[in-house]
């Protein structure tokens, strides 16, 4: 497109481009608002709003509560499983991790005008990125069957399924841009001094990153 053109042709200032970052660094900054207001609202459930409720004449509830997490709220006739870290997520945090590192090694290559370690480093992430979504897709799929672990299972499965999702959207955006970033460094769009387009995306590659890391300590493994 034009911008693309306009990026070849060397049109683009340092002012321009500093409010290119800028606008990136703000898009990522309203990602991470988002996160955060998800896991307040676990962090308000677990630290406080159990225990508080705990402390409640069990009659003003529901019969057999417990102040534990997971709580089981009123109405669900059959339990759930909870999710473990170790199996699959820990699985998806090692995938996540060597996908950091891959996109790192790509950009690397682009700076010392490589284009084959470019070019190589981002199909591995796109490759570990299709891979994450596969494997939580299956766990999706292992959770709901066998663990009866469902949207509707109390406070539990909608704060797991409301941020393993939206993580899980957010990979597929990133690995869709991964690959229009992909197709573009074939086609020789990028030069070790005119690539922020892969900057961009590199850096909300990372965030999600950064985002599964948190979500796996606090919603798997605590």
């Known amino acids: 497109g034009v ?3 306009e990026s070849e042709g060397d ?3 340092k002012q321009v481009d500093t409010s290119f970052r800028w606008g990136m660094s703000w898009f990522i900054f309203s990602e991470v608002m988002f996160f955060a207001a998800f896991f307040g609202a676990l962090f308000y ?3 406080l709003s159990v ?5 409640m004449e069990h009659k003003i509830l529901w019969p057999n509560f ?3 997490w997971p709580v089981v709220g009123p109405g669900l006739e059959t339990r759930f499983t909870p ?3 170790w199996g699959i997520p820990a699985l998806n945090t090692l995938i996540l991790l060597s996908s950091g590192a891959t996109v790192t090694w790509a950009h690397w290559g682009l700076r010392k005008n490589n ?7 981002l199909f591995l992430t796109v490759a570990l990125g299709a891979t994450f979504l596969g ?3 299956y766990e999706y799929a292992h959770a709901y069957s066998e663990l009866n672990l469902k949207l509707t299972s109390g406070a539990y499965g909608s704060t797991f399924y409301m941020l393993t999702g939206f993580h899980g959207f957010h990979v597929t955006i990133g690995t869709i841009m991964l690959i229009v970033i992909l197709f573009r460094s074939m086609a020789g769009h990028f030069s070790a001094h005119h690539h922020f387009a892969f900057e961009a995306v590199s850096w909300y590659w990372h965030f999600v990153d950064v985002v599964w890391l948190f979500l796996f300590v606090v919603v798997y493994w605590l």
């Open 3 to 5: 911008v693309v053109r």
């Open 11 to 13: 049109k683009y200032n």
């Open 45 to 47: 459930m677990r630290v």
């Open 51 to 55: 225990p508080w409720l705990g402390d």
């Open 66 to 68: 417990t102040a534990e």
């Open 83 to 85: 999710m473990t870290a």
């Open 115 to 121: 284009r084959s370690q470019l070019i190589i480093g």
């Open 135 to 137: 494997l939580q897709i």
